[in-house]
Nanobody
C-alpha cells in the first residue's frame, strides 16, 4: 500500500529550527515530484515547497523563501523540509505530497508549533 509518513514536528521557540522528514513506500518514489504543504486552523492549505524528481530544482512559497529548504534522498525514499528562523505564523500541520501525472498521494501530517 502507498504510504507517506511525516515526522519531526514539535514545539519550537521563535527563531528556532526544525527538520521534517517524510518517508515514502508503496510506489516508485523517484518518479514523483514531492511537495510540502501546511494548514493552520481556519486557513486554507498552502503550498510551502516543491522539489523535482531528481532533486535538481526547487520552488518555495513567498512566506518561507530564504528560511526553508526542501531536499530529497531517492535512495532512502525520503523528502525533507529544513525550517530555520521559525515564526509563530509558521504554526500549522505540515503535509507531504507526492505527485506524478494524475496521481497524487498525501501523508497524514505532522504538527509544528512555534511559540514562546
Amino acid at each position: 500500500q502507498v504510504q507517506l509518513v511525516e515526522s519531526g514536528g514539535g514545539l519550537v521557540q521563535p527563531g528556532g529550527s526544525l527538520r521534517l522528514s517524510c518517508a515514502a513506500s508503496g510506489f516508485t518514489f523517484s518518479f514523483y515530484r514531492m511537495h510540502w504543504y501546511r494548514q493552520a486552523p481556519g486557513k486554507e492549505r498552502e503550498l510551502v515547497a516543491t522539489i523535482n524528481e531528481a532533486g535538481s530544482s526547487t520552488n518555495y512559497g513567498d512566506s518561507v523563501k530564504g528560511r526553508f529548504t526542501i531536499s530529497r534522498d531517492n535512495r532512502k525514499n525520503t523528502v525533507y523540509l529544513q525550517m530555520n528562523s521559525l515564526k509563530p505564523d509558521d504554526t500549522a500541520v505540515y503535509y507531504c505530497k507526492a505527485s506524478w501525472s494524475s496521481y497524487e498521494h498525501w501523508g497524514q501530517g505532522t504538527q509544528v508549533t512555534v511559540s514562546s
